[in-house]
């Protein structure tokens, strides 16, 4: 019980973060682009508080953590935020700038984990040995990479599909539009089978590339 105990308190912090600032990020680029939908509702913001869904953000991280660390591991977390609304028809060049607003939420994560990483090496550095910081650290680069990694999966409504769909002529964009309400099936399914792995392996591995390049861990 320990266990389980101390590894929520330590993902705790960078899950949340992670989730919510993506989802701010969302709402900054489109009002960035023209959309003030998300300005307007209050949501172009970095206090948790108005991201958090009370299922996606707590209870279900919470719940797979918990099952994670009794299984003596960390294996697959997953979770959401209230989604940011965007307004595409009010962006200034709704195709090309739904692609940036799509981007925003897993460069945002992308960049979390570069600061947990520079917060891990300045840990190291300084020699600290408290377990719990570091370990928090090393949560925070993890997590943000995957999240980054997953969002990215080209398939609607993920932001990765959001991307193909902006960067697709319409005449194949608008078929890979259409499957949206099925998407999240769609993506199940591939985590099941271990389909997502063939888009999110790439993306990890290029993340942690990204945060080697600027700490050199």
């Known amino acids: 019980m320990n266990s389980i105990i101390q590894l929520i308190a330590v993902c705790a912090i960078p899950l949340i973060f992670s989730i919510t600032m993506h989802e701010a990020a969302h709402g900054y ?3 960035k682009f023209g959309d003030n939908t998300a300005w307007m509702m209050g949501r172009v913001t970095l206090n948790p508080a108005k991201h958090i869904d009370p299922f996606g953000t707590i209870i279900l991280p919470l719940i797979m953590l918990a099952g994670s660390a009794a299984a003596g591991g960390v294996g697959f977390i997953f979770g959401w935020a209230k989604p940011v609304p965007v307004n595409f028809g009010a962006l200034r060049n709704p195709k090309r700038d739904m692609i940036w607003v799509a981007l925003a939420g897993p460069g945002c994560n992308l960049l979390q984990a570069v600061i947990w990483g520079i917060i891990l090496k300045l840990l190291v ?8 910081f570091l370990q928090m650290a ?3 680069i993890s997590i943000n990479i995957f999240l980054m990694a997953f969002n990215l999966i080209p398939i609607p409504p993920l932001d ?13 964009g608008k078929y890979l539009d259409r499957i949206e309400p099925y998407g999240m099936w769609i993506v199940l399914a591939l985590c099941l089978v271990g389909g997502a792995g063939f888009f999110t392996g790439p993306l990890v591995a290029f993340g942690r590339a990204v ?7």
């Not at 550095?125 to 719990?132: K, L, R, S, T, Y």
């Not at 990765?160 to 194949?172: E, K, M, Q």
Request: no cysteine; aromatic share 14%.
């Open 138 to 140: 090393v949560y925070g």
């Open 211 to 217: 945060v080697n390049f600027f700490i050199g861990l």
């Open 160 to 172: 990765g599909g959001r991307v193909a769909v902006g960067i697709l002529p319409w005449s194949v």
């Open 29 to 31: 680029a489109a009002r």
């Open 125 to 132: 550095i300084a020699g600290v040995q408290e377990q719990f």
